[in-house]
């Protein structure tokens, strides 16, 4: 009795601070995708989990959008033409204001590839986007993701690679219609050009792939992560004064969503250290590290985690000879 006065107690507690109360559920078809509105002025398409294929056409993060009175502005695009068309159509079920702004939070195909179909519809929207996103883009990165999403998908669906156009460092305030969007770059995270966006008239955060929720973190492109960087940029992200976090990939939800997150890579990291300390190889610890994420069981994506233990494995190898 006393234990259960406590939990309620502790709820009530909570309740003011978790945010808005969402039940967001993570479609696993291309029919089942919805709106999802947030808060008065956010809406999200929470995309399907997984690996892009033809089934998902590409839609596998989620997308935000903005309304305000002058115009829409989203966050990340989706990961294909035919993905931004439909974010398009999802947009004009509750709006006939244009998109002015987009913002990719990432160099990452699912996060804006779907550009192409915004600026077709219109063509003047500028396109925001970390410098370092816009230098490996225009290196030849854009090129790769086209390839690798159209492999995947289809070429007609894929559609062509359409770069952001205004370069950010992070620490922007940047007016937009008439309201404050605040960046934030932590340096190298889940890559070295992540930017969250802060939309502080709500007190929310689109937090790009810092904050994946429901599958395995940063897993499907290791290489470009630093686990370390990304506890820190988690670490960050929790001390903003925020109450809503619209993740990557995975439900929004309150605090407890990037602190999920935060878990995940503590344990990984100081898992894969311990074995590493013990003198196993990656591949001879990777069914122990697994079981030491077994809170995480239920999170898709451990095909994966063979090549994100190595990835963690090279970092802490690298940090012994600093
Ligand atoms: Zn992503
Ligand atoms: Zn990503």
């Not at 997308?63 to 999802?90: C, H, R």
């Not at 007190?203 to 929720?213: P, T, Y």
């Not at 013990?278 to 994506?301: H, I, N, T, Y």
């Amino acid at each position: 009795m006393k234990k259960l006065f406590l939990i309620t107690i502790v709820c009530l507690l909570m309740a003011p601070f978790s945010g808005y109360a969402h039940n967001i559920n993570i479609p696993k078809d291309i029919k089942d995708l919805k709106l999802s509105k947030i808060t008065d002025n956010i809406y999200v398409v929470h995309g399907i989990q997984g690996m892009p294929d033809k089934s998902n056409k590409g839609f596998i993060s989620n997308s935000g959008f903005v309304v305000s009175d002058q115009g829409v502005v989203i966050i990340d695009s989706g990961g294909s033409m035919e993905v931004g068309e439909m974010l398009l159509q999802k947009i004009a079920e509750v709006t006939d204001k244009p998109v002015i702004a987009v913002f990719n939070t990432h160099l990452h195909g699912d996060h804006w590839l779907g550009n192409a179909a915004v600026r077709k519809a219109y063509p003047k929207v500028r396109i925001y986007a970390h410098e370092r996103a816009i230098e490996r883009l225009t290196a030849g990165e854009a090129d790769q993701w086209v390839d690798i999403f159209t492999q995947a998908i289809d070429k007609t669906v894929v559609g062509k690679a359409v770069l952001p156009d205004t370069a950010l460092k992070g620490g922007e305030s940047i007016e937009i219609a008439g309201n404050t969007y605040n960046t934030h770059h932590t340096g190298h995270a889940h890559t070295d050009n992540d930017i969250m966006i802060e939309y502080p008239a709500d007190k929310a955060l689109f937090a790009g792939d810092i904050v994946i929720s429901g599958s395995v973190v940063s897993a499907a492109r290791p290489e470009d992560f630093s686990a370390k960087g990304q506890i820190a940029a988690l670490e960050y992200a929790l001390k903003l004064p925020v109450d809503t976090y619209i993740p990557g990939h995975g439900p929004t939800g309150g605090r407890e969503i990037p602190e999920a997150t935060k878990r995940f890579l503590e344990v990984l990291y100081e898992s894969v250290q311990t074995y590493y300390d013990e003198g196993l190889a990656d591949f001879e610890m990777r069914d122990k590290v697994v079981a030491d994420l077994k809170e995480f069981s239920d999170w898709s994506g451990y095909d994966g985690i063979g090549r994100l233990i190595s990835f963690v494995y090279q970092q802490i190898e690298a940090a012994e000879f600093e």
